[in-house]
């Protein structure tokens, strides 16, 4: 995975580099670590539409409200904007799906915008929303 990640200072700032493919493994690796010390992502990230934080007021309508577990980042400033989104989307026909969407080069809140309506069609095609509480996740995993 080096030739998917370039990091040049560890706060994040200065030229650090992932790409989405390298977020997705980075993605799957985290999640085994949560299986074997018997915690699952909305343990340790927030879930859409239910925890605060900029994931708050995102995907809030019953269909999709806490069907996705991700994290953001946003830079207006950095590449002519910069808006990402990472996680674990939950769907009934699919199961859990990991994505990571990487979008730059122009404003973030249409961004913003765009990733949950590509959320919401995928989350659609694959059978809708599968909610289900931690403790019945944790008895599937």
């Known amino acids: ?9 560890t706060s994040g700032l200065e030229y650090n580099r992932i790409t989405p493919h390298g977020t997705v493994i980075l993605l799957r ?10 915690m699952l992502p909305e343990d340790v ?9 900029t994931l ?11 069907a996705v577990v ?3 980042g946003t830079l207006p400033g950095t590449d002519g904007g910069v808006s990402t989104l990472a996680g674990i989307m939950y769907t009934r026909d699919r199961g859990p799906v990991l994505f990571a969407i990487f979008n730059s080069r122009g404003p973030v809140n249409t961004y913003r915008r765009m990733q949950d309506n590509l959320l ?10 599968q909610l289900m509480s931690a403790s019945a996740r944790r008895s599937n995993n």
């Open 45 to 53: 990230m927030p879930v859409a539409g239910v925890d605060p934080g």
């Open 120 to 129: 919401k069609d995928l989350i659609s095609e694959c059978g809708g929303s």
């Open 70 to 72: 991700a994290k953001t």
């Open 1 to 9: 995975m080096p030739s998917e990640v370039s990091l040049t200072h």
């Open 29 to 38: 690796h985290l999640v085994g670590w949560l299986n074997l010390h018997n």
């Open 56 to 66: 708050h007021a995102r995907l809030t309508s019953m269909d999709y409200r806490g």
